[in-house]
């Protein structure tokens, strides 16, 4: 019998989520659905920090989320694979169906959920 704690296939489930599992990696992934961005263009869009975006730039980047593709000093960021997306659009599915409740949730809802923005890479890798 397999175990929760041991089974590898739901350690990486819980990872993958557990690395979109803050609103400003959600946002970056948002924005670069549209297409390549910059640094500069995800920080004016989103309004947040250089060093922030970079952190959680480098968090998707290690995660296998996002790639990026050097271009003269710049890199341009964009999606690694397009069935992020799909499961984006699966969960938004989700979401819809179960209404409020997730928001609502004692556990993990929008009110338990504190704006904790890493400031360093350390602090945002998974």
Same mark, same amino acid.
Do not use: K
């Given at each position: /019998? %397999?175990?929760?704690?041991?089974?590898?296939? @739901?350690?990486?489930?819980? +990872?993958?989520?557990?690395?979109?599992?803050?609103?400003?990696?959600?946002?970056? $992934?948002?924005?670069? +659905?549209?297409?390549?961005?910059? *640094?500069?263009?995800? %920080?004016?869009?989103?309004?947040?920090?250089?060093? %922030?975006? +970079? !952190?959680?730039? =480098?968090? @998707?980047?290690?995660? !296998? @989320?996002? *790639?990026?593709?050097?271009?003269?000093?710049? /890199?341009?960021? +964009?999606?690694?694979?397009?069935?992020? /997306?799909?499961?984006?659009?699966?969960?938004?599915? $989700?979401? =819809?169906?179960?209404?409020?409740?997730? *928001? @609502?949730?004692?556990?993990? !809802?929008?009110? &338990?959920?504190?704006?904790?923005?890493?400031?360093? &890479?350390?602090?945002?890798?998974?």
């Amino acid at each position: /019998m %397999t175990t929760a704690n041991g089974d590898p296939a @739901l350690r990486r489930g819980a +990872s993958l989520f557990h690395g979109l599992a803050d609103r400003n990696r959600l946002a970056i $992934v948002r924005q670069l +659905s549209a297409g390549e961005r910059r *640094v500069v263009d995800l %920080t004016e869009a989103l309004g947040l920090a250089q060093g %922030t975006v +970079s !952190g959680h730039l =480098a968090c @998707l980047r290690e995660c !296998g @989320l996002i *790639v990026g593709r050097p271009e003269g000093r710049q /890199m341009f960021y +964009s999606i690694a694979h397009p069935e992020l /997306m799909e499961l984006l659009a699966a969960a938004e599915q $989700v979401l =819809a169906l179960t209404g409020d409740a997730v *928001v @609502l949730c004692p556990n993990f !809802g929008a009110e &338990t959920l504190t704006d904790t923005t890493p400031t360093t &890479t350390e602090e945002v890798a998974p």
